[in-house]
């Protein structure tokens, strides 16, 4: 008899790199049933944090400090420092905060999305976890209204965790009170931004502060407060439950543990991956993203949103941590990772990325309100074919100034997806500008319809199709498109797909 | 104290400064568009920035406070990185700003021209953008438009109006679109302005204006069939000066009446008439009220932002207002009806002009009950100190060179009390000049001076004796810090006989309508306390005419016209009501 042999999922190659630290439960448990995460040692470590003595608060943050944790948003910086300033910067204040990132908003990345759905708990129990350890009563989970089911398995959540008094008063009767309350994001993008996310709690048009202040020392209603996204605080529980030596054995030396990613863009599986850091871009691609689609090159993979910056071929084999995507001009955000290949034009990309900041720009100080959309123009300029060499100082020029003149994140990071496209792909730049040519036919004005007369047997159906009456011939002769006239639709290539006669160049 | 180095040189600066606070105590004036001190400190035009050297990070000064973890730091504060970066925060503004500066009101008082020249803005239009084209100009209130096409988003406008508790004017939209206007863009008109003009004040550009009503006064002066009349405001003469080259609070008083008449005006009046006639009226309201148990605290009536935020937002505390129109209406009445008679002259070939630090007074003009002779509006034309400063200039008048003229009799004479009308506490001092007198038996050596309700505090309160009576004031300056006071006078927490409010902080001496100092001076001068000075000067300078009751004039309106202060005819001309309003706050 013979047997058929199946591989488990977990030996596939998608599964068999990853290591789900984060999304540990996302897929595994009833979100909407706390028993469920309770089954798989849920609020264990918070027991264990509130009742078991030798937990003081500096002990879970030095426990948190060990483990290397960095914040998982895009900053990077240390989660357990920021417990500790947050802790002891202003010892005596009346009161302190914990608050949750939860407006995820680069574009195609839903990571904090997964936990959210998927493992709300989590959320709460390291929240809980977190005030404990800074001193904190309340906290507040800043949620992009976006996301209703979200809210909604949240909400259910936080109900069942007050209800088996896991929140509220006296948890755990240990005396620890703690109670949290979700604030809806109505969909700035710049709210992710940490003194932007606390205006807005506070019911105030978010736009950002400068700092210093810190929030540690003045953040949401004045008071100390920390803020952590929701991916960071995912692991908080497993942290404190494995301990920080196990934590430090996943990643590289400087960037311990896993990161999500959400893979998108041209690759084969698209959605999300939990890697340990380390994992080089070249496995992430071709092993855990199962390569690109329909045999095409890959040309690089951006990193960090509209933030970040681009990662070209050269670098494919870099070991992805925090230091090592700085030092190339990009950086780890959120997790976003979005894979372009030959097909993609990379003064376009810049163009797709800027678009977005200048979108989402609050509008408060000048080089990003201003600057970003001049920076737009000039890239639009080179995409229609109107660019000028010197354009090309002009735009790097204009890109360093905001990058240290803007007054928040946003506006210090959105020329970085411009810069590194124009460093990694300059000649693509000058092949703009120069040879007005897109080599991946993606700027329409620099395209040409053309109908190869070797090929045209002159049956007319494109020029019945083309809207704009750009082309003429007669039936069974040469037909040719009147450049003047076309708007480069596509519509006559697609018309004739059985002769292949016509091209676009 | 921490050491830190201005470009390389030591310096050693209080914690809590700021960077530029400390550059400025150490001769660097770091310049500004947004920043205004305690009331607008947001860091988001960018033009204070500061270079870490070192690192080579820029730092917005204005808001950056020193720390001892500053110790050793050397900040730059006019690198090369410093001037390039400012240069080009300047061109990006002008990119979206309407270069439209030779028609400007502002030009040469514009903070944005001034800073293009100092930093050496060649090229202007390096960077295009919108230039503010195709942006609607908002000229629906009566006292100033917005014309968005010259605004450069400092927010200074949003922080005044929220500093004066209204906050009718913010952020809409995001990016490139941002613009400051009402909420849903309504009409400023719509929503419930109370007209004090403090954004104007604070305008960098010309952005915000009064709206310019000399075109009317010029046609009127041109006009041989009409009379025309003029009235200052006291806190004119603290002012006017500035825009002819005087020290901030220098009194222009003689000047200013000169110009007056070298400009056509066929009398020239002073509203410190007006002011001592509303002591006359409002002290005896008050007494009234002290005595026959009427609606307390009474609180001046002065100040018509005060009236219209009182009426807005306040509704519940309009019966304790003063029934005492404002000195510029009981002035324009008295105008039309007793110097009209007076001289035979038909009120309606009279047109009159009034100078105000104040744009509100645009407004009050042609509010319902105030005709004093029952149906011409009182005051035909008001126009700021900034507009009497234009038409000075357009004429041609060398006002430093003119000779200290005088006012026209009779409504042309006023007391030390009355100039003393344009500082907060002015009022109330004058009052209880008038007040005490009365209620010591009109004792001549009753005090004339009460200096525990001068000052630029936001509240003021002091308790006179005046016979057998307690007498409890306070004074607020300032829309927030009446808030504050009215809430303590709402929760019984205050128990206040008197009350001065001024809607501008302090008093009209810093009025919407006054001539427009640039941050840079502002940020360091109090300019409330240097304008006062000009008025208290003055009031000393009255020798032995100092209270309002004293003013032979005064004296003599009664005696012929008005009979006694609350009789009934001074009721008719001189008194006014109030009504709740329901816009949009």
Known sequence: MSCIQTKSLRNTVFYKKQERVALRNCGYIDPEKIEQYIGVDGYQALGMVLTDGSFTPEKVIEIVKASGLRGRGGGGFSTGMKWHLARTIIPDADQKYVCCNADEGDPGAFMDRSVLEGDPHALIEAMTIAGYAIGANQGYIYLRAEYPLAVKRLEIAIGQAKEYGLLGKNIFESGFDFDLEIRLGAGAFVCGEETALMVSIEGNRGEPNPRPPFPAEKGLFGKPTILNNVETYANIPRIILKGSDWFTTMGTEKSKGTKVFALGGKINNTGLVEIPMGMTLREVVYDVGGGIPNGKKFKAAQTGGPSGGCISDKNIDIEIDYDNLISIGSMMGSGGLIVMDEDNCMVDMAKFFLEFTVEESCGKCTPCRIGTKRLFEMLEKITSGKGEMEDLDEIEQLCRYIKKNSLCGLGQTAPNPVLSMMSNFREEWVSHIKDKKCAAKVCVDLLEYKILADKCVGCSLCKKACPVDAISGEIKQKHVIDQSKCIKCGVCVNTCKKFGAIIKE | ?585
């Open chain 2, 1 to 585: 104290m921490i050491n830190i180095k201005f470009n390389g040189a030591e310096y050693a600066a209080e914690p809590g400064m700021t960077i530029l606070e400390a550059a400025r105590a150490n001769n660097v004036d770091i310049p500004t568009l947004c920043w205004l001190k305690h009331i607008n400190e947001i860091g988001a035009c960018r033009i204070c920035v500061v270079e870490l050297a070192g690192p080579g990070s820029l730092i917005a000064s204005c808001v950056y406070k020193l720390t001892k973890f500053d110790e050793g730091k050397n900040f730059l504060t006019h690198s090369p990185l410093v001037l390039d970066s400012r240069k080009k925060t300047l061109q990006l503004l002008l990119s979206e700003h309407n270069r439209k500066c030779l028609s400007c009101v502002r030009s040469n008082n514009c903070e944005l021209q001034t800073l293009c020249k100092e930093l050496g803005v060649d090229d202007e239009t390096l960077y295009k953008g919108s230039n503010g084209l195709g942006v609607d100009i908002d000229d629906s209130a009566l006292h100033m438009y917005r014309d968005n096409s010259k605004c450069i988003n400092c927010r200074r406008c949003v922080a005044a109006c929220d500093k004066q508790a209204v906050g009718v004017i913010g952020a809409n939209y995001r990016g490139i679109k941002t613009d400051i206007n009402c909420a849903f863009d309504m009409d400023l008109s719509s929503t419930a302005c109370v007209s004090c003009g403090q954004c104007i004040n604070v305008c960098p550009t010309g952005a915000l204006s009064e709206k310019d009503n000399t075109d009317a006064v010029w046609a009127a002066l041109a006009d041989d069939d009409k009379v025309v009349v003029v009235q200052t405001a006291p806190a004119v003469r603290a002012s006017l000066g500035e825009a002819f080259g005087y020290a901030m609070g220098t009194p222009v008083e003689g000047k200013m009446a000169s110009a007056l008449r070298a400009l056509g005006f066929n009398y020239v009046f002073d509203t410190n008439f007006g002011a001592d006639l509303t002591i006359m009226e409002e002290s005896n309201e008050l007494i009234e009220r002290v005595t026959n148990n009427g609606v307390l605290p009474m609180i001046t009536s002065c100040s018509p932002g005060w009236i219209r935020y009182c009426e807005a937002y306040h509704p519940d505390m309009l019966p304790n207002l003063s029934s005492c129109k404002s000195p510029q209406q009981m002035q324009g009445a008295m105008i039309k009806t007793y110097w009209a008679e007076k001289m035979n002259i038909d009120p309606k070939k009279i047109v009159s002009v009034s100078v105000m630090p104040c744009t509100a007074k645009k407004f009050e003009l042609s509010r319902e009950n105030q005709s004093g002779q029952g149906t011409e509006q009182d005051i035909d034309i008001s126009i700021t100190t900034r507009e009497l400063s234009r038409m000075i200039e357009k004429a041609g008048i060398l006002f430093n060179k003119l000779p200290d003229g005088d006012f026209d009799s009779p409504l042309g004479a006023g007391t030390g009390a009355a100039v003393i009308f344009g500082a907060t506490g002015g009022v109330m001092e004058a009052a209880l000049r008038t007040a005490v007198w009365k209620l010591t038996g009109e004792d001549v050596n009753s005090p004339v001076e009460f200096k525990e309700v001068r000052g630029v505090e936001g509240v003021k309160t002091a308790t006179y004796k005046a016979g057998d009576l307690e007498v409890n004031v306070a004074v607020a300056s300032g829309l927030s810090n009446a808030k504050e006071l009215l809430e303590k006078v709402k929760s019984g927490e205050m128990n206040l006989h008197f009350i001065e409010i001024m809607a501008c902080p302090g008093g009209c001496v810093n009025g919407g309508g006054q001539i427009i100092v640039p941050s840079k001076i502002r940020n360091f001068t109090d300019i409330r306390a240097e304008r006062a000075k000009a008025l208290y000067s003055l009031d000393v300078s009255r020798g032995s005419l100092r209270k309002s009751h004293e003013s032979p004039d005064i004296k003599k309106a009664y005696s012929e016209y008005l009979e006694k202060p609350g009789s009934h005819k001074a009721h008719k001309i001189l008194h006014t009501k109030y009504s709740a309003t329901n816009l949009s706050k």
